[in-house]
Structure formats: structure tokens, C-alpha cells
């Protein structure tokens, strides 16, 4: 898991048996993405922006479940 600097989003997560990315938002609400290839997680982590690089290559792409 993945401490990040972003106004929307706490804690990236990915595993790479499931290929599945798991966010956690500043909101508290944790979502997970499947079918995520390694990239697509590092390059979150990575980007300047995290929250815009979530919204243009994450969210929207990729189906989600919300984890309770």
C-alpha cells in the first residue's frame, strides 16, 4: 500500500496476482479496479497529478467495486 499526496486520494494499493488496484479516497470510501495491469497502478503512483491521472486513465476505464 501506497501513501500518496493527493487532495482526493489517501492510499493506492495494487496486487498483482488479481491484477487489481485498490484506492482509497480521503472520503474513506475504497474502491477496487479489476483487470488493472502493473503500469496502470505505478503510473498512478507516479504521476504528478495523482487525481487526474485517476480521472483520465482509471476512472471510467476500468469496472470497480466499492469495499465496505
Known sequence: MHLVESSAIDFISYEPVTAEITVTFNSGKRHVY???????????????????????????????????
Do not use: K, M, Q
Open 34 to 68: 479489476f483487470a488493472a495491469p502493473r503500469g496502470v497502478s505505478d503510473a498512478l503512483i507516479a504521476a504528478p497529478s495523482i487525481g487526474a491521472h485517476f480521472n483520465a486513465h482509471i476512472r471510467d476505464h476500468y469496472r470497480f467495486r466499492r469495499i465496505e
